[in-house]
């Protein structure tokens, strides 16, 4: 149990487009998710904390205009990078929490692979 | 804030000997929960091991155990009967429980582990 994917797994768009990735959790109703960036060989990042039906919880320094988060369902969250550039270039990963071990333990996704040409 | 460190950015161990990977955080707070993550080629992070503050006994999981010394706040895995598919980044993380359902998570930057047959 407690699965979470993400989709797409991969996504090359043009700068200026907008390119949306889903994260799912499949098993389990997620009170909370995650969305984090990272670079290579590096650690992963927060964005931003989202609770269904409200408003995402950005971190400090995270454009909230840029990257958009919606959590509309127990099951769905959507995370829109608008007007891409190459710097947005990073691997996306997606968690869900509220699994059945416990409401604490995050469940990752496999990630999404974002290249900006 | 929370903040965790591994100091060690690489290791390397011979497949079957024993490995030590260390973490130490800092913090104010007397709950928690810490975790060890490994992230393979494949960039899918994996839970490997928990352990929360409030117990004393150190967690095991098969091959992996961890080190809890919650005064000196040092947090360190080890891996017993190295093998080849242990190869991964590892990542120690800090949680703090906070009200509602917002766990997040503070990683360490991560530490490359290599296993040589």
């Known amino acids: 149990g407690a699965v979470v994917s993400q989709h797409p797994s991969r996504v090359i768009c043009k700068s200026g487009t907008s390119v949306k990735i889903e994260c799912r959790s499949l098993?389990?109703?997620?009170?909370?998710m995650f969305w984090y960036r990272q670079f290579p060989k590096q650690s992963l990042m927060l964005m931003a904390t989202s609770n269904e039906g409200s408003k995402a919880t950005y971190e400090q320094g995270v454009e909230k205009d840029k990257f958009l988060i919606n959590h509309a369902s127990l099951t769905l969250s959507t995370l829109t990078v608008t007007s891409a550039h190459p710097e947005d270039s990073s691997f996306y990963i997606c968690s869900a929490s509220g699994g059945p071990q416990s409401s604490y333990e995050q469940y990752f996704g496999p990630g999404t692979r974002l290249t900006v040409t | 804030a929370q903040t965790v460190t591994q100091s060690q950015p690489e290791m390397s161990v011979q497949e079957a000997e024993t490995v030590t990977l260390s973490c130490t955080y800092d913090t104010s707070e007397n709950n928690y929960y810490l975790f060890w993550y490994k992230q393979p080629p494949s960039r899918q992070m994996i839970l490997v091991i928990r352990q929360e503050a409030y117990k004393q006994q150190n967690a095991t999981e098969n091959r992996f155990s961890v080190n809890f010394q919650k005064a000196a706040k040092s947090f360190s895995l080890k891996i017993s009967d190295s093998q080849l598919g242990d190869t991964a980044m590892y990542f120690c993380a800090f949680m703090k429980p906070r009200g509602g359902s917002n766990y997040k998570l503070t990683f360490g930057k991560g530490t490359l582990l290599t296993v040589n047959p």
């Open positions: 098993d389990f109703q997620a009170t909370t």
